[in-house]
């Protein structure tokens, strides 16, 4: 496939969601499943309520245009895709679907929360899909697929435990799923960087060293299901993605930065803002403020970024910005490049938490 190729997907899973979304936003209005800012007043930053379930829109459209791929095609499955991790991503993302409508609709504790990822973890982990190794900024890999214990067969195909490339993987999916669910606070904020994040990964399939085209149009059908997404979902948003959607992005995104060839490096740089956000604000709230993690707040960078008098566009639109940024640098680096860029960005992130935090106060003083 030439690059043009690659636009008939990205439209069809664009047209998909453009279609399904106003139907799912019926859905929830008829069921009363809405993000309603009367339950939540300190947290909500919308004034009226708003449909949520979105993300089911998006994994239709994911779903629909990869199904057509893998079974009608000749593009999808060869090399590194097999038909099983198809099956795995899609029976995942179902469950992460499930588990999205029961918290929209009765909002459950955190600790149900978790059942559906972990699920979706274990699913994709049982097809196949593990973190094999490595690389070494310093050269040479470090080997995680050396223990496998293979745990049944079906029609002959091995389904396999992998000790040290499941755990890291599994791991990695749950940090990946936390990381755009706490994201999840700025009209169509993750939804354009989940976007971002298939596009980089796009390109980063094709080039020479990696050389994935499956991959490829993997990361393009998905990158147009959010792009459809984001004509609904921009500010003002019509619809929220819901506890499904969030987490989705995240886990596609996280599934994809695998199956690049344990690319972990690149989508650290794709989503370094967000995972340095999320590890910040787990920080605070457990060894400062001395409550549960999960337990939400207005102290997120994109919460901060508002504070300090951007509007939610000009919010949103930064944090594109940054995270195009370090996504794009990804693609010219080695992986010793790529640890010095991550470093450059965690020294950028506390001089710009730092900073949020003076003018916020600032603010603060010469208003009272």
Same mark, same amino acid.
């Not at 997907?9 to 139907?23: A, D, E, N």
């Not at 893998?70 to 679907?97: R, V």
């Not at 749950?174 to 169509?188: N, R």
């Given at each position: 496939?030439?690059?043009?190729?690659?636009?008939?997907?990205?439209?069809?899973?664009?047209?998909?969601?453009?279609?399904?979304?106003?139907?799912?936003?019926?859905?929830?209005?008829?069921?009363?499943?809405?993000?309603?800012?009367?339950?939540?007043?300190?947290?909500?930053?919308?004034?009226?309520?708003?449909?949520?379930?979105?993300? *089911?829109?998006?994994?239709?459209?994911?779903?629909?245009?990869?199904?057509?791929?893998?079974?009608?095609?000749?593009?999808? *499955?060869?090399?590194?895709?097999?038909?099983?991790?198809?099956?795995?991503?899609?029976?995942?993302?179902? &469950?992460?679907?499930?588990?999205?409508?029961?918290?929209?609709?009765?909002?459950?504790?955190?600790?149900?929360? &978790?059942?559906?990822?972990?699920?979706?973890?274990?699913?994709?982990?049982?097809?196949?899909?593990?973190?094999?190794?490595?690389? %070494?900024?310093?050269?040479?890999?470090?080997?995680?697929?050396?223990?496998?214990?293979?745990?049944?067969?079906?029609?002959?195909?091995?389904?396999?435990?992998?000790?040290?490339?499941?755990?890291?993987?599994?791991?990695?999916?749950?940090?990946?799923?936390?990381?755009?669910?706490?994201?999840?606070? &700025?009209?169509? *904020?993750?939804?354009?960087?989940?976007?971002?994040?298939?596009?980089?990964?796009?390109?980063? %399939?094709?080039? %020479?060293?990696?050389?994935?085209?499956?991959?490829?149009?993997?990361?393009?059908?998905?990158?147009?299901?959010?792009?459809?997404?984001?004509?609904?979902?921009?500010?003002?948003?019509?619809?929220?993605?819901?506890?499904?959607?969030?987490?989705?992005?995240?886990?596609?995104?996280?599934?994809?930065?695998?199956?690049?060839?344990?690319?972990?490096?690149?989508?650290?740089?794709?989503?370094?803002?967000? &995972?340095?956000?999320?590890?910040?604000?787990?920080?605070?709230?457990?060894?400062?403020?001395?409550?549960?993690?999960?337990?939400?707040?207005?102290?997120?960078?994109?919460?901060?970024?508002?504070?300090?008098?951007?509007?939610?566009?000009?919010?949103?639109?930064?944090?594109?910005?940054?995270?195009?940024?370090?996504?794009?640098?990804?693609?010219?680096? %080695?992986?010793?490049?790529?640890?010095?860029?991550?470093?450059?960005?965690?020294?950028?992130?506390?001089?710009?938490? *730092?900073?949020?935090?003076?003018?916020?106060?600032?603010?603060?003083?010469?208003?009272?």
């Amino acid at each position: 496939m030439n690059y043009t190729s690659y636009i008939i997907p990205f439209i069809l899973s664009f047209l998909i969601v453009v279609l399904f979304t106003p139907l799912v936003r019926r859905l929830a209005v008829k069921n009363d499943i809405l993000d309603n800012p009367e339950t939540d007043p300190e947290r909500k930053i919308q004034k009226i309520p708003v449909p949520l379930l979105g993300g *089911l829109a998006i994994f239709i459209g994911f779903a629909v245009v990869l199904l057509y791929y893998t079974f009608f095609t000749d593009q999808m *499955l060869g090399g590194y895709m097999l038909q099983k991790h198809i099956i795995g991503i899609l029976a995942a993302g179902a &469950l992460l679907m499930i588990g999205g409508y029961l918290d929209d609709k009765y909002r459950l504790k955190p600790h149900l929360q &978790l059942i559906w990822p972990v699920f979706a973890g274990l699913v994709v982990i049982a097809v196949g899909i593990g973190i094999p190794y490595i690389s %070494s900024p310093f050269g040479g890999t470090l080997q995680l697929d050396t223990i496998r214990l293979e745990v049944f067969r079906i029609g002959g195909t091995p389904y396999s435990i992998t000790l040290w490339a499941d755990l890291i993987a599994f791991v990695w999916l749950m940090v990946m799923v936390y990381t755009t669910k706490f994201l999840d606070g &700025l009209d169509g *904020l993750v939804p354009g960087v989940g976007t971002i994040g298939a596009v980089v990964i796009f390109a980063l %399939s094709l080039t %020479s060293d990696v050389a994935q085209p499956e991959t490829a149009l993997l990361s393009i059908i998905f990158a147009g299901a959010l792009t459809g997404f984001l004509v609904y979902s921009f500010h003002p948003a019509r619809i929220f993605l819901g506890e499904g959607g969030s987490t989705f992005i995240g886990f596609v995104l996280g599934v994809l930065a695998i199956i690049s060839g344990a690319k972990i490096a690149t989508a650290l740089l794709i989503m370094g803002v967000p &995972l340095l956000d999320l590890a910040w604000v787990i920080l605070r709230r457990v060894f400062k403020e001395k409550h549960s993690p999960f337990w939400g707040d207005k102290k997120h960078l994109h919460f901060r970024l508002l504070d300090i008098g951007l509007s939610h566009r000009q919010a949103v639109i930064f944090l594109y910005i940054v995270t195009g940024a370090f996504g794009a640098t990804s693609l010219f680096l %080695s992986t010793k490049g790529k640890l010095i860029s991550l470093i450059v960005l965690v020294i950028a992130m506390v001089i710009l938490g *730092l900073s949020l935090v003076i003018v916020y106060k600032r603010k603060s003083r010469m208003a009272s």
